[in-house]
């Protein structure tokens, strides 16, 4: 089945995606980067896939980062706390697919050594019913994402891929916020529960060792 819905999948990119505007085509590579991935860790043939990504990243000059990841580089402040999660997957998928698969065939002078500097600066809304909470918390689970190439490497205590204790502490505490929202629930089927949230912790906490 898995085989199946990738085969679909790469002819939908291949063939249907729309490429108009650099930010369409953008937006095809990265999806080819993490399906190129996909590929390889499932022993697929993923020539196509690869070729395709190779033209785009020459045709749109890809090497200059700041044209790959729509931002500048130089300015990461100008850069909004909701588009912080997408960006720093498209981020991670290149520096996991350049260092550890394909001998830095994409080039760019920027990655998540950079992008990780920057965010240590950038303060995370406490929990609470606000968008500021909601776009904090999934930055946050996704850097943790990202720290562990999607739970490719594990983050325990006492490896070199740890996550930051800081990190740790900020998703535990906003699971318990899911959690206590979960039980008021119970009484009042109006109060909103994020499960999406609830379970992305889960898989952090998963990846650091923990069990159920």
Same mark, same amino acid.
């Given at each position: ?21 650099? /930010?369409?085509?953008? &937006?095809?590579?990265? /999806? ?9 860790? !499932? @022993? ?9 990504? &190779? ?31 997408? +960006?720093?997957?498209?981020? !991670?998928?290149? %520096?996991?697919?350049?260092?550890? +698969? ?16 920057? +965010? ?28 562990? *190439? ?22 535990? @505490? ?12 119970? *009484? ?5 529960? %994020?499960?999406?949230? !609830? ?14």
């Amino acid at each position: 089945i898995a085989v199946d819905l990738l085969r679909r999948y790469e002819g939908h990119i291949l063939k249907c995606k729309p490429r108009t505007t650099l /930010q369409e085509r953008r &937006d095809v590579f990265f /999806q080819l980067m993490y399906l190129i991935r996909c590929y390889v860790e !499932m @022993e697929l043939d993923a020539e196509p896939l690869l070729a395709d990504a &190779d033209q785009l990243y020459l045709q749109d000059g890809l090497q200059d980062a700041d044209r790959m990841f729509g931002i500048s580089t130089q300015a990461l402040s100008t850069v909004r706390l909701e588009d912080w999660t997408v +960006l720093i997957m498209n981020i !991670m998928i290149i %520096d996991f697919n350049n260092r550890c +698969l394909f001998n830095n065939r994409w080039r760019t002078n920027f990655g998540l050594t950079q992008a990780f500097f920057h +965010l240590r600066t950038l303060p995370l809304a406490p929990p609470g019913e606000t968008d500021a909470f909601f776009h904090s918390y999934y930055l946050a689970t996704h850097v943790a994402f990202a720290i562990s *190439a999607y739970t490719a490497i594990k983050t325990a205590d006492g490896t070199p891929t740890a996550l930051p204790r800081w990190l740790r502490r900020y998703i535990w @505490e906003s699971l318990r916020y899911f959690v206590r929202r979960a039980q008021r629930w119970k *009484a009042d089927r109006q109060v909103f529960v %994020d499960i999406d949230g !609830m379970a992305e912790a889960i898989d952090v906490f998963r990846c650091c060792g923990l069990s159920e």
